[in-house]
């Protein structure tokens, strides 16, 4: 035998009709968007008379210390980094300048200089040789790193 829908769920049932009656009474209207910002406001207001603000001594006092952290921790910041940058330069980390490439340069320099100097009547042997000896160039400084 199957139950009604209004016995399976009585609660639903006493809550429908709980919201009819309140609406009927007006009670579950809300205030309008301007009265709750109105409030909110009057709240914030009253709340701000209650805060007890510090004089001006103790504000010059707090922004002092303030200060006074940040600037100890920039030159704190500051020396961990340099320190490091020591450390790892020793260590062969961190480099400032890349012997790679003065290598190379100068290895170049050295065989456009002998090329010159040969005065080869074939343009196209100089060019090659001139190529294979960069190409070798740029390995040995490689492999001497």
């Known amino acids: 035998m199957a139950k009604k829908d209004s016995e399976r769920r009585p609660a639903a049932k006493d809550a429908a009709q709980n919201k009819k009656s309140a609406k009927a009474n007006g009670k579950s209207k809300k205030p309008s968007?301007?009265?709750?910002?109105?409030k909110y406001f009057r709240e914030l207001k009253a709340e701000l008379k209650r805060v007890i603000w510090p004089s001006k001594e103790k504000m010059k006092q707090s922004a002092a210390v303030v200060l006074a952290i940040i600037l100890a921790s920039a030159v704190l910041i500051w020396i961990v980094d340099a320190l490091m940058t020591q450390i790892l330069t020793a260590g062969g980390?961190?480099?400032?300048?890349?012997?790679?490439?003065?290598?190379?340069?100068?290895?170049v320099t050295e065989t456009v200089e002998t090329t010159a100097d040969s005065q080869s009547t074939e343009t196209a042997d100089s060019s090659e040789q001139v190529t294979v000896t960069v190409a070798e160039a740029t390995t040995a400084a490689a492999s001497s790193n």
């Open 93 to 107: 980390f961190y480099s400032t300048t890349s012997s790679t490439t003065s290598a190379t340069t100068t290895a």
């Open 33 to 38: 968007v301007f009265k709750r910002m109105g």
